[in-house]
Nanobody
Framework: QVQLVESGGGLVQAGGSLRLSCAAS????????MGWYRQPPGKQRELVAS???????NYTDSVRGRFTISRDSAKNTVYLQMDTLKPEDTAVYYC????????????WGQGTQVTVSS
């Protein structure tokens, strides 16, 4: 089992910045991927950004160039730096961990609200 605790959400004006953090309850050594999803009101959850165990990053098109994902293995923590925020970035953001060995498991954080006002 892996518990994920998120922090850093809040209310910000358009053009502003926020940094989300997600701390895992145990070593991230065997995490194949850590990522952030978001779910806007009335919409499906979507992958925003991910980072592999090797450091490869991936972003959805709408945030590329504005958001940066990073991980600190010593702290078992993944971050999402969000700059130049837009009202359409408003959503609940969820931390996600994917473990593939020896079997595949996914773990989710409780979610943190990000609201961007125009």
């Amino acid at each position: 089992q892996v518990q994920l605790v998120e922090s850093g959400g809040g209310l910000v004006q358009a053009g502003g910045s926020l940094r989300l953090s997600c701390a895992a309850s145990r070593s991230s050594f065997r995490f194949n991927r850590m990522g952030w999803y978001r779910q806007p009101p009335g919409k499906q959850r979507e992958l925003v950004a991910s980072i592999s165990s090797g450091g490869t990053t991936n972003y959805t098109d709408s945030v590329r160039g504005r958001f940066t994902i990073s991980r600190d293995s010593a702290k078992n923590t993944v971050y999402l730096q969000m700059d130049t925020l837009k009202p359409e970035d408003t959503a609940v953001y969820y931390c996600n961990v994917l473990i593939m060995i020896p079997t595949t498991h996914q773990y989710w954080g409780q979610g943190t609200q990000v609201t961007v006002s125009s």
